[in-house]
């Protein structure tokens, strides 16, 4: 079955560098998200990307974040300055329908 | 704002038992709803979803049954077994127009089934 796959599995940076999470969502899928678990708590949604463009984002997708499909394949999440609440897991995700996504394994973020 | 609440942390059943996990809802705009599962340094996978207009959707061993008056759904495995032991994330969907297709998640259940 084809799958959404992440990397790096864990990536460990300090505060107020920047991260890029790297993604390859399922080939036909139209639709890409990113969501982000922190530990102990709920899957969040972080924004939607559609057509080269981001179709909504949440509060939590400020300025630091930016999402970009930059050539035809990948679709990556950019942190510009992380900080230590950004610690958690990130999922990408990709859709070819409505509402049911698949996931990739995830990206554990750790900001010390 | 939890649109979508799992009032259960956990849950705790046997083997060959029926497990039934809930999930509460305030947004009455939602479409679909979904169950996702979620083993340790994996990602959510999906196990089942419900429209709407539906009342109960069934899928080998996993049932999901939907109130809408209530606003709650229910996911019900018979017969249980060890390897469903995960976290059961509840989602809802809410078709807003144009190409935004966002779920919106409870916080999940952790599902224990003890041989």
């Known amino acids: 079955e084809p799958e959404v796959t992440q990397t790096p599995s864990h990536q460990v940076t300090q505060m107020g560098q920047e991260v890029i999470l790297r993604c390859v969502p399922i080939s036909n899928h139209l639709y890409f998200y990113w969501y982000r678990q922190i530990l102990g708590q709920k899957v969040e949604f972080l924004v939607s990307f559609y057509n080269n463009e981001i179709s909504e984002k949440s509060e939590i997708f400020d300025d630091q974040f930016s999402v970009e499909r930059p050539d035809g394949s990948n679709f990556t999440l950019k942190i510009r300055s992380t900080k230590l609440e950004d610690s958690a897991m990130y999922f990408c995700a990709s859709s070819k329908d409505r509402g049911r996504a698949f996931f990739g394994q995830g990206t554990r973020l750790t900001v010390v | 704002d939890q649109q979508v609440k799992q009032n259960s942390p956990s849950l705790s059943v046997q083997e060959g038992r029926i497990s039934i996990l809930n999930c509460d809802y305030t947004?009455?705009?939602?479409?679909?709803f979904l169950w996702y599962k979620k083993y340790p340094a994996e990602g959510p996978t999906f196990l089942i979803s419900?429209?709407?207009?539906?009342d109960k959707n069934e899928d080998g061993r996993f049932t999901v049954f939907l109130n809408k008056s209530a606003k709650h759904l229910s996911l019900h495995i018979v017969p249980s077994q060890p390897g469903d032991s995960a976290v059961y994330f509840c989602?809802?969907?809410?078709?807003?127009?144009?190409?935004?297709?966002?779920?919106?998640f409870g916080k999940g259940t952790l599902l224990t089934v003890n041989p």
């Open positions: 419900i429209s709407s207009i539906k």
């Open positions: 947004n009455s705009m939602f479409d679909y």
């Open positions: 989602a809802g969907f809410q078709n807003s127009g144009g190409s935004n297709y966002k779920l919106t």
